[in-house]
């Protein structure tokens, strides 16, 4: 039986790769904060995965991250997804140390905590997937935060995979651009969400990488609406 680890699973892209990933043999650990949310997703997947748990923790503090890999336990993983993340959106002399530091917390401490932890025990042919997104190759106004966050995981796991490559793990690094999930309600502006890529798609790309066979990695992956990036 498999075994994939999704972050931030409750909703968006993390809901729609467990549903495109979800299999018979198959084992998904589903994380995430919002209780309600995560058991909508988990019941939505159960009856086609050999089994599904349910990992409520708060990403942003080492506590956190700490008690989800105690509760995954020591059975490796074929697969890490790294979705889970937050957004700041305010001008950057605005952003609270707090902010900053959540920031920090859910988009680059966890992922290292989790691949640090799982990945030496990961099995040749395994996958590390990390959602990041345009903006951890291009700034925008306003974006400090998250693009900060963004820029950071993409040289750190530019890294991973150098390591990662005699132990044959792949490292996936997947840039969405604008996706319309409900990051977008919590933003001020008027943005057009119909010319927005789906969670969807960013799964497509996803599960289609990790079919691949073991010795061929699709290391970066691009998504955008043929229209362009928002």
Request: aromatic fraction near 6%; proline fraction near 6%; hydrophobic fraction near 45%.
């Amino acid at each position: 039986m498999k075994r994939y680890l999704i972050t931030g699973a409750s909703r968006g892209i993390g809901r729609a790769i467990a549903e495109n990933l979800a299999g018979a043999d198959v084992e998904l650990l589903l994380h995430g904060r919002d209780t309600v949310a995560l058991a909508e997703v988990c019941a939505a997947v159960k009856d086609r995965c050999a089994h599904v748990i349910r990992l409520i923790h708060d990403l942003a503090v080492p506590s956190g991250v700490s008690d989800l890999i105690d509760q995954v336990g020591k059975n490796p993983l074929e697969l890490l997804v790294n979705n889970a993340g937050i957004a700041i959106v305010k001008p950057f002399c605005e952003i609270t140390p707090i902010e900053w530091e959540q920031t920090v917390g859910v988009n680059i401490t966890a992922p290292f905590m989790l691949m640090q932890r799982f990945a030496p025990h990961m099995p040749p042919g395994s996958s590390i997937v990390n959602i990041l997104s345009i903006a951890a190759k291009t700034g925008f106004a306003n974006w400090g935060a998250y693009c900060m966050s963004k820029f950071a995981l993409e040289g750190f796991s530019q890294c991973v995979r150098e390591e990662l490559r005699d132990p044959k793990i792949r490292v996936i690094n997947v840039y969405p651009a604008a996706t319309d999930t409900d990051i977008w309600t919590q933003i001020e502006g008027k943005w057009p969400r119909h010319k927005m890529i789906s969670p969807g798609d960013v799964a497509n790309a996803v599960g289609y990488a990790i079919s691949q066979p073991a010795n061929v990695a699709l290391e970066n992956i691009s998504i955008s609406n043929l229209t362009g990036n928002l």
